[in-house]
């Protein structure tokens, strides 16, 4: 993805009507490089709600241990997930809908978010091998997470179970259709209402 929201945003050339999907928690997940910094910006704007960055709810702490190219504990992640959750449920109480961007790494990371939302939560995986993740973390400016940490948190992803409300699309694929898919899926009768 790389080029970033302001750039992504102009694809969207369809707005709809995100009565037709909620109340819903959208979290866009997958490792560091897969773009979900691009698609979830692009949702949040197809569907007139707001997109949360989930990295803005790290502690200082655990930006620093990033930064020096540790991995984070689940003990760093429980805070972070629970104020991303609390974030989360604060605007789909008051708007209906919204959209983040989250690592969610592990089933039990999703179903903290998910408790913490407290309204139906959709999650869409981008996925991409972990040559193009690493060329992609290479080339990525003005970010705290170091391409070292890849490996550690290609580790430690599980991928969505059949239980899991989710969809996995491949990150290779342009933002503008990765867009049309989450968008069918989303609004499709089969996903999480």
């Given at each position: 993805m790389g080029g970033g929201a302001r750039s992504g945003a102009r694809l969207v050339q369809q707005q709809f009507d995100k009565t037709e999907i909620t109340p819903r928690a959208?979290?866009?997940?997958?490792?560091?490089?897969?773009?979900?910094?691009t698609l979830g910006p692009l949702l949040?704007?197809?569907?007139?709600?707001?997109?949360?960055?989930?990295?803005?709810?790290?502690s200082e702490n655990s930006i620093a241990k990033m930064r020096a190219g540790e991995p984070l504990s689940d003990e760093d992640r429980w805070p972070w997930l629970d104020r991303l959750g609390l974030a989360m449920a604060s605007e789909v109480a008051a708007e209906g809908l919204a959209v983040a961007a989250c690592s969610a790494l592990k089933r039990?990371?999703?179903?903290?978010?998910?408790r913490a939302i407290r309204a139906p939560t959709a999650f869409v995986l981008l996925q991409a091998d972990e040559v193009e993740l690493a060329r992609r973390l290479t080339t990525r400016q003005g970010h705290y997470m170091p391409a070292s940490l890849l490996t550690s948190q290609l580790a430690a992803l599980e991928e969505?179970?059949?239980?899991?409300?989710?969809?996995?699309?491949?990150?290779?694929?342009?933002?503008?259709?990765l867009y049309r898919a989450a968008c069918a899926w989303l609004r499709s009768p089969g996903s999480p209402a």
């Open positions: 959208i979290i866009v997940m997958g490792v560091a490089g897969s773009g979900k910094s949040a704007e197809g569907f007139g709600c707001r997109f949360i960055e989930g990295d803005a709810f790290h039990r990371y999703r179903e903290r978010l998910a969505t179970w059949p239980d899991e409300p989710a969809i996995v699309l491949d990150a290779r694929r342009s933002p503008e259709d």
